[in-house]
């Protein structure tokens, strides 16, 4: 007996040391926050990027028309300075063109400053959230791979372990087997615990009388603690 509780006591440090790997495993840091802060900073960036480029076309746009009116004002300037129209109303009309094509373009110029400033801001505001993207990601890169590198190493030893434990469950007694994953089932991990201090339950540290003790130590059948109930093994002597 006791070299089967010996095995099955083998089999509980190793089922308590997976679920400390895998306590371990949850703990890992994913790096959601610097993954959050790098989806904020790349919206940020995106944001910058479209209205940098928004104000460009716009400015294009606007130096577009403003060449088309000057030709539009250039051609009635011709004519009307060229002679060739001498009735007043008509060329009261035309000065009155003229003068109206002058306004648009003066407003078109005004337009045009004021968008070269606004792309001046866009570009400075553009070059800072791309820094700030670019730092974020590095830190959320830079966390993923530490995360990774910290699950993969921990899955590894994990599935050592399972494997030795294993070879370990596969030397007990399927019923006594059974009884041991009840109890850890059901008394917080712990199924089976060896005598310490030479009379003391290690799963409860309740102290053990003499009569349970020796059966313990020399019975043939499993002995359970009478405080906690899980099986008690003496790994003092063999
Ligand atoms: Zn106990």
Known sequence: M????AALHE???QDSALARLQKDYAAVDHGLVEKEQFEKAKEAHQHAFDALHKATADLHDTELEQKSIEVKRSDFE???YSGSVRNPKELQA???????LAKMR????EKILATMDLIEVLKRTEAETKTIKDTVMSAYREKHEAYKLKSDGLVKEAKKLVSKRNKTAA???PPLLKKYEILKSTKHGVGIAALEDGNACGG?????PSNLLRQIKESATVQFCMNCGRIVCDLGKK
């Open 94 to 100: 035309m000065q009155d063109e003229v003068t109206m």
């Open 171 to 173: 030397l007990i007694d």
């Open 78 to 80: 011709k004519k009307l």
């Open 204 to 208: 409860c540290k309740t102290a053990i």
């Open 2 to 5: 006791k070299e089967k509780l």
């Open 106 to 109: 003066s407003t078109l110029d």
């Open 11 to 13: 089999l509980q440090q």
